[in-house]
């Protein structure tokens, strides 16, 4: 069982930035490949960026390429996203995910490949 819990959420206005953190607990960080995703109200969660276990591999939605970069610390079992130039359409609760693999460079895109979340914490960017 790992347990995910998010933070650095807030209010910015656009063309700010923000840095989420996701500090994971109850086993070993190493063993799972993470992701970040998103859920604006009115619409169904959707992905930002995925990491590999190793950190060497990483994806992100066409809509944040650029702008976010997805960064882990497995000696502090911490995942972090940092945004800039964000937009009001950025607006959402974001979500850490978590999902044990065997292999070191894989990167998981979908909310089915995750198997452990977090409880979110909310971004909102004013215009």
């Known amino acids: 069982q790992v347990q995910l819990v998010e933070s650095g959420g807030g209010l910015v206005q656009a063309g700010g930035s923000l840095r989420l953190s996701c500090a994971a607990s109850?086993?070993?960080?190493?063993?799972?490949?993470m992701g970040w995703f998103r859920q604006a109200p009115g619409k169904e969660r959707e992905f930002v960026a995925g990491i590999s276990r190793n950190g060497g591999s990483t994806s992100y939605a066409d809509s944040v390429k650029g702008r976010f970069t997805a960064s882990r610390d497995n000696a502090k079992n911490t995942l972090s996203l940092q945004m800039n130039s964000l937009k009001p359409e950025d607006t959402a609760v974001y979500y850490c995910?978590?999902?044990?693999?065997?292999?070191?460079?894989?990167?998981?895109?979908?909310?089915?490949?995750?198997?452990?979340w977090g409880q979110g914490t909310q971004v909102s960017v004013s215009s």
């Open positions: 109850g086993r070993t960080f190493g063993p799972y490949a």
């Open positions: 995910a978590a999902s044990r693999v065997p292999m070191p460079s894989v990167v998981f895109t979908t909310t089915q490949a995750y198997v452990y």
